[in-house]
């Protein structure tokens, strides 16, 4: 989600209006620290963020007392622990602040709990008020993706990728709702160029190599890849051609795969079985 400090900034200054001029200073500390708490949740420190949260609540102005909350709640996301950062954000008293990054958090926890109706809305907030975040739009497109609408989805992915169109996640997000809506060509294509921009990502990857075995595509080893990824990609390939019905192929890339494996894989091995001849027993 994106960073949104201004509204720390303004908190401040309404604040500094209100309160002795003496009591300026402390203020400031506090923002600050506030915004170290959320540089480390970006950066993934996320046991350091836990840490200063600790700190703060035991001496945090009311002031600022929701942006803690906050805070608090995003390090439980990025944790995936839906049930605190729900009680996190079930303690914050003024919604309208802070309201784009509220409204993802609480899109996601809902999304998390299955509740797509409640996601889609509280992410459609976050969109319309805060139109430049792309983390808000893959949201809601994850949302439309989890209850089935597939256009939407895309429609939401497509806004995301205008802000970030070098995002190889959100290229993979976008594939993965193609790909639901039957659209195996546009989302091989998408994990393409997500696969170029991220090269070292598995996930991609993975997503990658079952759609081309969807598509009909056969495996190619690459030079210096390991037994180990080759029997992966195998399989992520046969898989793929299952899906899509193509029983002989489906059924020579598992054993093939079956040749590379470094120990004897039950799964794997029932989907060859029936090729050659019934049970083993």
Not at 118 to 131: F, G, H, M, Y
């Amino acid at each position: 989600m994106k960073q949104l400090i201004l509204g720390l900034f303004l908190a401040l200054t309404a604040a500094a209006g209100l309160n002795a001029q003496s009591d300026e200073p402390a203020l400031r500390a506090q923002v600050h620290y506030l915004q170290q708490v959320d540089v480390a949740i970006r950066e993934g420190r996320l046991t350091q963020a836990g840490q200063m949260i600790a700190l703060l609540e035991q001496s945090v102005s009311s002031t600022f007392a929701d942006d803690l909350r906050l805070l608090k709640a995003e390090v439980h996301i990025a944790h995936m622990d839906v049930a605190s950062a729900s009680m996190a954000l079930s303690n914050i008293e003024n919604r309208e602040r802070n309201i784009c990054r509220i409204d993802s958090a609480m899109g996601w926890v809902a999304a998390n709990q299955q509740a797509f109706d409640d996601a889609i809305v509280a992410l459609a907030r976050a969109t319309k008020n805060c139109s430049d975040d792309a983390g808000a739009w893959n949201l809601l497109g994850l949302a439309f993706l989890g209850k089935g609408e597939t256009m939407a989805a895309r429609d939401a992915f497509g806004e995301a990728m205008l802000l970030e169109p070098d995002n190889a996640q959100l290229m993979n997000n976008d594939a993965l709702a193609a790909l639901q809506d039957g659209a195996v060509d546009t989302a091989l294509h998408a994990l393409n160029r997500a696969a170029e921009k991220s090269p070292l990502n598995r996930a991609i990857s993975a997503n990658r190599n079952f759609v081309s075995g969807i598509a009909g595509f056969a495996p190619v080893r690459e030079k210096g890849e390991s037994d180990a990824d080759w029997s992966a990609k195998l399989l992520l390939y046969a898989q793929g051609a299952k899906s899509a019905s193509r029983k002989l192929q489906a059924t020579a890339l598992f054993s093939r795969a079956i040749l590379m494996l470094d120990r004897f894989d039950e799964a794997v091995w029932s989907e060859v079985k029936p090729a050659i001849g019934g049970s083993t027993k």
